[in-house]
Each structure stands twice: as C-alpha cells, then as structure tokens.
C-alpha cells in the first residue's frame, strides 16, 4: 500500500482550543477516495496569515486541506497565540488542516515563495 506520512494541524481539544500538529501515515487511496478537487499553485514569498481556521464547508461539512509542497518553503505556527511554534515544510513535504474548532492556525511563505499541489478532500483525515 503507498502511503504518505503527513503532519496535520489540529484542534488539540483543549478549553483554550489551541492547534497542534500530529504526525500520521495516511494511504493514497484514501486521499483519492476523498478528493473533492486539487489544484497547483504557486505562493509570493513573504505571504503571511494570522491565525485562522480550516473552515467547514458548506455543502461537504468539515473537510481536510491537504498541501503537497512541490517547491520552496511554507512555514505553519501552532500553540498559544503568546508562544506559537513554528513548523516548516519543504519539497516533498505533506501538511494537512483539519482545526476547524479553536484558534486556528498561522501560516507564512518563505523567501523565495512556494508551490504546493492543494488536495481538497472529504472529511477530517485521522478522524473516526
């Protein structure tokens, strides 16, 4: 079976609601069964979000967001908006958001930009 080993940000089920990142394998059938669309593209250097959520979809309901990073780098922060911690993702790299509930999370793009492949997918990966 091919599978992936991904970093997913999610809601660490805490009162304060915080986001961390678990590691999990996933296989590629599963991201295909789940896929709704994917698309390519390319990120301007520097870039930056604050924190914020992987929001439900309307139609689909809570749904994973899926980055395949291609080239560059792309930076995610995770924790207490006081002493977010900082996780970087480069080619090769998988990073998955499913904090649909918290805080949320930030995110920046490196210096020379990023390309990701975004998979959008059905449902919260890791999740029953």
Same mark, same amino acid.
């Given at each position: 079976m091919d599978t992936r080993v991904i970093d997913v940000v999610r809601w660490d089920g805490s009162d304060v609601g915080t986001a961390e990142v678990v590691t999990m394998e996933v296989s590629l059938g599963e991201i295909e069964d789940r896929l709704i669309s994917k698309t390519e593209e390319t990120l301007p250097a520097g870039r930056a979000r604050g924190l914020h959520?992987? +929001?439900? *979809?309307? +139609? *689909?309901g809570a749904v994973t967001y899926l980055q395949e990073i291609l080239e560059g780098e792309f930076f995610v922060y995770v924790g207490p908006s006081t002493n977010l911690? +900082? *996780?970087v993702y480069r080619a090769g790299d998988w990073v998955g958001f499913i904090d649909n509930r918290g805080l949320g999370h930030a995110s920046r793009v490196g210096e020379t930009g990023c390309t990701r492949r975004f998979h959008f997918l059905k449902g919260q990966i890791g999740t029953a």
């Open positions: 959520l992987a +929001e439900d *979809h309307p +139609e *689909h911690q +900082e *996780h």
